[in-house]
């Protein structure tokens, strides 16, 4: 009897729940939103199996379209603005369209769209318009830095039991599900993205000790495990991050550019590099790995070559490969290369149009900066620990992206809208 009102009960339980569970979507629709990106980008649930068969980021992506919807067009509590920046996103969002309707392999671009591209385009604009508060700013920082510790915590567990090494030596997450985690340089970009959040606050004057320790651990533990992944453009996105905040608080270029001739050799041994199967010191010459980045660099310049404007396509990179390497051993290759990856899918033209949001978001950044500087008014914590933050992102990001590819996934795109909406800030409250 109790079995057969069981469902009956459950059913009136979650009916009740409903307005409690509206409310708190329009009142948190930013958190929703943001914790549909980070289960995105930081791949939590395939991190921890536990949480894989719960469905977190469709639950979540229901939750964000909804707070959104609400927001944007119901409440229209959010009043949508426009900046110069996402005049040049949106002109990077127009090329990849166009394509994807001209992509040598149009199911493969459409495939990749579907699953990821369009909610990074969505997200990326849901995100400048909903930060508007400092509350906004501290669950963002929350959320990077605490997912992106949970994932350095697990690549360190696998390092140390030997779980799903790659080549013996580099760590990878959840590679038996296919996961993105699965490749030791996508790793260390996921692992690298917090790693500027965290040390803006760990290195920040006015933090608390207690504050300065806990993210100093968080710190300590990206390093080690963007360092067990052996990836050179991980070690280069350190290098950057460390360099930039030293700059910021040494008054000494002498010392600096001292300190980080130093660092780069010592990071690089720290991390074993010249133990790795491939791209180790036992490879006279070029190395195996070295040689294969350049090969695929020839392939993207080829398809650029032939597809100005459009590129081969999203995502067409890998199924393009053999049609424009100069050498084939048998197997499709990765482009490694933000860089690159952009000018073989976007050609040309979507290439030109990426530098000249890259720079922009930069200076966007600088002016972010020097306002806080040169304001007479007494500016939140939180809004100085995010500018330091976005802006050592970005151009960790920049000088990472010669290994790294991540044209496509969400690190720029949210950096681009998290920039956007400080200056959007800064010039409303300074």
């Known amino acids: ?33 943001f914790l549909f990106v980070g289960f995105s980008f930081f791949r939590l649930h395939e991190a921890f199996s536990q949480l894989y068969h719960f469905k977190i980021p469709l639950l979540l992506s229901l939750a964000a379209l909804l707070g959104l919807g609400w927001q944007l067009l119901i409440s229209r509590q959010i009043k949508c603005y426009w900046r110069a920046e996402m005049s040049w996103l949106l002109a990077f969002y127009l090329v990849v369209m166009v394509g994807i309707v001209l992509a040598s392999n149009r199911p ?5 769209f579907n ?74 970009l996921v692992l690298m993205f917090p790693m500027a959040f965290a040390c803006a606050i760990a290195f920040h004057p006015k933090v608390t000790p207690f504050l300065r320790l806990g993210l100093c651990g968080c710190v300590i533990l990206l390093s080690v495990a963007i360092i067990a992944t052996q990836s ?11 360099s930039l905040f030293f700059y910021f608080k040494c008054p000494s270029k002498t010392l600096f550019l001292t300190v980080f001739t130093l660092l780069a050799p010592v990071l690089f041994v720290i991390a074993g590099i010249s133990d790795r199967a491939s791209g180790g010191a036992a490879e006279a010459g070029i190395d195996a790995s070295a040689m294969g980045r350049l090969y695929a660099w020839q392939a993207a310049w080829g398809m650029a070559l032939d597809n100005p404007l459009s590129g081969v396509g999203l995502n067409n990179f890998y199924a393009n490969y053999y049609f424009y390497s100069p050498h084939w051993d048998g197997l499709n290759h990765a482009v490694h290369s933000t860089w690159f990856g952009i000018l073989a899918e976007t050609g040309f033209l979507g290439l030109l149009i990426f530098t000249g949001l890259m720079l922009k978001l930069i200076r966007c950044g600088q002016y972010n900066l020097s306002a806080l500087r040169n304001t007479q008014h007494t500016v939140p914590l939180v809004i100085d620990i995010s500018c330091r933050a976005v802006f050592v992102a970005l ?36």
Not at 409 to 420: D, E, H, K, Q
């Open 232 to 242: 050179r453009g991980g070690l280069l996105g350190i290098l950057a991050i460390f």
């Open 395 to 430: 151009i960790a990001t920049v000088i990472s992206a010669t290994f790294l590819t991540q044209g496509f996934t969400w690190p720029i795109y949210v950096l681009a809208a998290m920039v956007i909406a400080l200056r959007q800030w800064i010039d409303k409250h300074l």
């Open 115 to 188: 699953n990821i591209y369009w909610k990074i385009i969505l997200m990326s604009f849901a995100i400048a318009w909903l930060m508007q508060r400092k509350q906004d700013f501290s669950s963002a920082i929350f959320i990077i830095v605490g997912f992106g510790t949970a994932i350095a915590c697990v690549a360190i567990y696998n390092q140390v039991n030997a779980i799903g090494l790659v080549e013996g030596t580099r760590v990878t997450i959840g590679r038996q599900l296919g996961s993105v985690l699965g490749d030791p340089n996508d790793l260390a």
């Open 108 to 112: 493969i671009a459409l495939a990749y």
């Open 1 to 33: 009897m109790t079995q057969a009102f069981l469902p009956g009960y459950m059913s009136l339980v979650i009916i009740s729940a409903l307005p409690l569970a509206g409310l708190v979507l329009v009142k948190y629709s930013f958190v929703m939103v």
